[in-house]
């Protein structure tokens, strides 16, 4: 079975630029979720996705990240426009029931400059 | 919201040791796994294990549900068993799950 997957694996963009990254989860999985590390910090949630309905977005920081999930498939996740504070490591993490166990993806690592 | 603290924060040893990593959370969870991210920075699954010991390989871990608590054990350290250890514990709400993540160990393993 494939795995989660994210690409790109690495970004680097201008501050005020748009950067769309985007996540496979694992085929038959509902539960989408992305997580990120930045500055050396905790992990911490962002959203979660059912399909392609978002369950929780309380962990998305501001209105310049955008999350889809089109036809409850792949998943994006936008942010338009990148600050500096915004570099870290996305993750994305799949599930098949609610409260399994996640399996993460690589990580897309994102510096602003 | 729950408190995850893992501890030490930082671990050196020789290749061959033994070492034993811990997680604290301060409430009853649904879910408990340990994550090594590596050098690449990917998150690699250990273990899934809300209460209970598995096992897999040099590496087997525990966790004591009533006392939230869960342990990490790894035995004949290896140079690749370098990285950052993470715990994470879910906790469900109605149709709502997330994980919550400790700071993390990184463990630095010395040939």
């Known amino acids: 079975e494939a795995g989660v997957t994210q690409f790109p694996s690495h970004s680097v963009i201008e501050k005020g630029q748009t950067v769309t990254l985007r996540c496979d989860p694992i085929?038959?999985?509902?539960?989408l979720y992305w997580y990120r590390r930045v500055m050396g910090k905790e992990i911490k949630f962002l959203l979660h996705?059912?399909?392609?309905?978002?369950?929780?977005e309380s962990g998305m920081p501001n209105n310049r990240f955008l999350a889809e999930r089109t036809g409850g498939t792949y998943s994006t996740l936008k942010v338009q426009p990148a600050e500096l504070e915004d570099s870290g490591v996305y993750f994305c993490?799949?599930?098949?029931?609610?409260?399994?166990?996640?399996?993460f993806g690589s990580g897309t690592r994102l510096t602003v400059v | 919201g729950i408190q995850v603290e893992q501890s030490p924060p930082d671990l050196i040893l020789q290749e061959g040791a033994n070492s034993t990593l811990r997680c604290n959370f301060s409430?009853?969870?649904?879910?408990l796994q340990w994550f090594h991210q590596n050098p690449w920075g990917q998150l690699i699954n250990l273990f899934y294990?809300?209460?209970g010991t598995k096992q897999n390989g040099r590496l087997s871990a525990t966790t004591v549900a009533t006392e939230r608590y869960s342990l990490l054990y790894i035995s004949s350290s290896q140079t690749t068993d370098s990285g950052v250890y993470f715990c994470?514990?879910?906790?469900?709400?109605?149709?709502?799950?997330?994980?919550?993540f400790g700071k993390g160990t990184l463990l630095t393993v010395n040939p």
């Open positions: 993490a799949s599930s098949q029931i609610l409260n399994g166990g996640y399996t």
């Open positions: 085929s038959g999985h509902d539960n």
């Open positions: 996705f059912v399909k392609e309905s978002k369950q929780d």
């Open positions: 409430d009853s969870v649904n879910n």
């Open positions: 294990i809300p209460s």
């Open positions: 994470a514990v879910g906790i469900r709400g109605g149709s709502n799950y997330k994980l919550t």
